[in-house]
């Protein structure tokens, strides 16, 4: 690798990081007439839906750009170091790296130069020199440009697994603040005409056995959080909406780190936790996997995620009245929702009670989180509830999880 390609590498690569949404989840593209890579092999760094992890080669193919969006690092006014790299240079990279057993599939974004179709075809190329000149077989994931035309969309889906838009601003108010440059038409259009074509394609496969895959893991969008003062309901709103009209396969949280003194922005040196961006990750699992809705996780009068608890132990303690329930009479549904007991150990429970009841040697077994699930749930159908108060319970539930040895279950504590 030449000098030149290092310096490239490196600095594309360090402004691709502010995208997160490079997971790997939902391809199963084989290997084919003996060619390159796999994308259903799982190697580390990104994360598929069933929790194996896969490297991606994660680089821009420029950080310049004709926009000046006041949170983005690569924006024109920014007085950054620019590179681009060549359509042929980034496959180079890729089939080398692969050959390498570095990476096992690429995610590639882009800053705007010229005008959108002129960068978007540049990707597409990219994907497609991949394929069919080098055969190759694994993870492809294009971040489009909105306001690419769709004739470029299609033929990007034609080459590329996932194909993510970035929607930038949790709302229209702040996208207009921020970056006034772009609309969230140019957004929202190209998401549509990418669900129309995945759900085309579906259905044409259902008759056509050989029709080729278009984008088969779908597509997903980000937004920025806390350069605007969006409240966490907002955000879940928003993100419940790509779900439910884009069939949206993820939506990923990208916490704001001050870059800029814009008086727009939050200032240097206050960057968003982190732990608000895991809340909100925790609440979008809830809704996608547990059945929760926006508003049984966050309302008007609590518009913003408990910092201290996770969600779905926070719905719970907001609703101690129909809790606890005897474990095994509680119906599936609300048994999911129970905290410490997750979608796998409901099943579990489920299944093994059609045999015999219950107990807490069970469950410890089945490896729910006992020093949770014990304030929420009995194993008699005759017991004593102990009288605490949620916030008792919540002052109890932190304690234990600071301390350094926690203390052993005990089956007497089967009253709670």
């Known amino acids: 690798m030449s000098d030149r390609i290092k310096e490239k590498l490196s600095i594309l690569a360090d402004a691709a990081k502010y995208d997160v949404s490079c997971s790997s989840s939902g391809s199963n593209r084989k290997n084919k007439d003996k060619g390159l890579g796999n994308a259903s092999n799982g190697i580390c760094h990104a994360y598929t839906e069933d929790g194996r992890c896969v490297s991606l080669l994660k680089i821009l193919l420029t950080n310049f750009c004709i926009y000046d969006c ?3 690092v690569s924006r024109k006014s920014n007085d950054v170091k620019r590179a681009a790299f060549t359509v042929q240079e980034v496959v180079d990279l890729t089939i080398n790296f692969y050959r390498r057993n570095y990476i096992e599939g690429l995610f590639l974004s882009s800053g705007i130069f010229t005008n959108p179709d002129y960068t978007m075809e540049r990707l597409v190329q990219v994907a497609k020199k991949l394929r069919l000149e080098h055969n190759f077989n694994g993870y492809i994931h294009l971040k489009t440009i909105p306001g690419a035309s769709e004739e470029l969309m299609k033929e990007a889906g034609k080459w590329a697994d996932r194909l993510s838009i970035n929607v930038e601003m949790p709302t229209e108010k702040s996208l207009a603040l921020l970056a006034p440059d772009k609309k969230r038409e140019d957004m929202i259009k190209p998401m549509l ?21 278009f984008a088969p893991a779908g597509q997903s969008t980000q937004m920025v959080i806390g350069a ?12 419940n909406g790509f779900y439910k009209t884009m069939n949206m396969r993820r939506v990923y949280y990208s916490g704001y780190v001050p870059i800029s003194n814009d008086n727009r922005l939050p200032a240097i040196g206050t960057p968003v936790p982190m732990i608000r961006e895991n809340r909100l990750y925790q609440a979008d699992w809830l809704m996608r996997f547990y059945g929760f809705k926006v508003n049984e996780i966050v309302d008007k009068e609590n518009p913003l995620l408990d910092i201290d608890i996770d969600p779905k132990l926070g719905w719970a303690l907001r609703n101690m009245n129909l809790f606890p329930m005897d474990i095994n009479t509680i119906d599936y549904q609300l048994l999911m929702r129970v905290p410490g007991i997750g979608i796998q150990s409901a099943n579990k429970i489920t299944a093994a009670r059609k045999f015999s009841r219950i107990t807490w040697e069970h469950l410890k077994k089945i490896g729910i989180s006992i020093n949770r699930a014990k304030y929420f749930i009995h194993t008699d159908s005759e017991f004593e509830k102990k009288d605490l108060q949620p916030l008792q319970i ?8 600071n301390s350094k040895y926690k203390p052993n279950f005990s089956p007497q504590l089967k009253m709670f």
Do not use: R
């Open 70 to 72: 006041a949170y983005c």
């Open 193 to 213: 005409y990418l669900k129309q074509e995945i759900l085309a394609n579906k259905e044409e496969k259902k008759i056509f056995k050989k029709t080729p895959s």
């Open 228 to 239: 605007t003062p969006e409240t966490d309901l907002e955000i879940l709103y928003m993100a």
């Open 394 to 401: 919540k002052q109890i539930i932190l304690q234990e999880g």
